[in-house]
């Protein structure tokens, strides 16, 4: 690449420059002596330093054609007689324009596939550089140096996806901050290698794909038949690709890690014996609910989704419920809250709320597991009447106490309609009933 380079005095007027300056603004050398930067291409003054420094920064460049032209400028200063301000500017318009095209590529296709997203890649990283080939693929996760290529980019069209391998490529030797150039020669250089050979390959550009804690998971590359015309250019731009290349797969392997993981939870959780369900904080919309929850309730699984939490309490316990919600909300400090479940044919049963707070997708967001322990109530209630029951039995002083008591408590316990009460005296040969009682016509007959 040649740069421009243009020497300042003091005034910040322009004392000498290249050939290269004279061309990135479009015109003649002479024409820019004596010029500041603002009379020459509009550009910013520039100012000598007291003492000797580097500056640096993006700027734009008006061509003489009335053109922008972006570039990064680099000075320094040189304590001559006169002193001089010197300013190298390199044309980074190619790669601005790069760097758009690939973001709009990449924002148009988020929904998009990993293979289309690759292809497009490929397709266009050929165009740019005017290369009959280019191939993006990643490296097998149990053998670091097999190169799965599932895009590639084959004289005007895609070409079949296929696996290599590194240590017979260019690719060899890649590190994460290198980008691997061979200028000519390269099917000579690498004869094993069945890609570079079938193609006659003579020049190859390749640069790494990289994880956030900067490890190779892929390799893009291009390749031609001839040399690069502007080798340093075009390093500049793969790795732009690169850049780009590697954000867009990473994001696609999140996505499909996180696919995974939600399966993984929902077989999980669909499966668990408690009813599980998962709702945002504000507004309170459900966004999950297990298949035990659904059969708990009665509802449908979209039913459910569509309806308040709140609407699963009973009426007269709703504010209780809510304001419980409200406070572990404020606090993050979840505890157990028991309520009457409703379900949707009107019935009731015992029930309780287990809660966390989690963060999905971004948001606050509560999740629940609900017992429904109608059957602990249940042997609670008769633990409590058997009890008392023990202790009537304890205090009767009579065989009408004794029956009264177990009349009342079997009733109570196993809502028996029918029945008798015998006692079997030692010795006797019959049985002497102490109470019998039946239903006739709905009414309890002793």
């Known amino acids: 690449m040649n740069d421009g380079v243009v020497g300042f005095d003091a005034q910040g007027r322009i004392l000498f420059c290249n050939p290269a300056m004279a061309q990135l603004v479009g015109c003649r050398q002479e024409e820019l002596l004596g010029k500041t930067a603002q009379e020459a291409w509009g550009g910013e003054p520039i100012e000598l330093p007291d003492e000797t420094a580097s500056t640096g920064g993006s700027f734009r460049i008006r061509r003489t054609d009335g053109t922008i032209r972006v570039v990064t400028a680099r000075s320094f ?3 001559t007689a006169p002193p001089v301000q010197v300013a190298i500017y390199r044309d980074i318009t190619r790669w601005r324009t790069v760097e758009r095209t690939l973001t709009a590529l990449l924002s148009s296709a988020v929904m998009s596939s990993e293979q289309t997203i690759s292809a497009k890649l490929v397709e266009e990283l050929a165009r740019v550089l005017n290369t009959p080939w280019a191939l993006l693929g990643r490296l097998d996760p149990e053998d670091r140096m097999l ?20 240590e017979t490529s260019p690719c060899a030797n890649l590190t994460p901050d290198s980008i691997c150039y061979y200028k000519q020669g390269v099917y000579q250089l690498f004869p094993d290698e069945p890609f570079l050979s079938s193609h006659k390959i003579e020049c190859f550009l390749g640069a790494p794909l990289l994880t956030a804690d900067h490890k190779i998971f892929g390799v893009i590359a291009a390749m031609s038949d001839r040399p690069l015309q502007e080798p340093y250019d ?13 954000m867009a797969l990473q994001q696609f392997e999140g996505q499909r890690i996180l696919r995974e993981t939600q399966a993984r939870f929902e077989a999980l959780v669909g499966q ?6 998962l709702r945002e904080l504000d507004p309170p919309r459900i966004l999950y609910v297990n298949d035990t929850l659904v059969n708990m309730f009665g509802y449908t699984r979209d039913e459910m989704l569509a309806m308040h939490p709140l609407e699963a309490v009973v009426p007269e316990e709703r504010e209780r419920v809510r304001q419980a919600i409200a406070e572990m909300t404020q606090t993050r400090q979840p505890f157990v809250v028991s309520f009457t479940g409703l379900r949707k044919d009107g019935s009731t049963f015992a029930a309780e709320l287990f809660p966390s707070f989690v963060t999905y997708h971004g948001r606050p967001c509560l999740q629940a597991t609900v017992l429904d322990i109608s059957e602990r109530v249940k042997l609670e209630r008769e633990h409590e009447i058997l009890a008392q029951f023990a202790e009537e039995l304890a205090g009767a002083d009579s065989v009408e106490e004794i029956t009264r008591s177990v009349r009342n408590t079997t ?13 079997y005296r030692p010795g006797a040969e019959r049985y002497k009933i102490v109470e019998f009682v039946d239903t006739v016509d709905g009414k309890l007959q002793i």
């Open 411 to 423: 009733h109570t316990l196993l809502e028996w309609e029918a029945f008798f009460l015998a006692v």
């Open 272 to 277: 668990a014996r408690q009813g599980f369900y």
């Open 77 to 79: 200063f040189l304590r």
């Open 147 to 166: 190169l799965h290529v599932h895009a590639c980019w084959d004289r005007g069209g895609l070409g079949a996806p296929f696996s290599c391998r590194l």
């Open 234 to 246: 075009a390093r500049t731009i793969l790795g732009i690709f690169a850049n780009h290349a590697a």
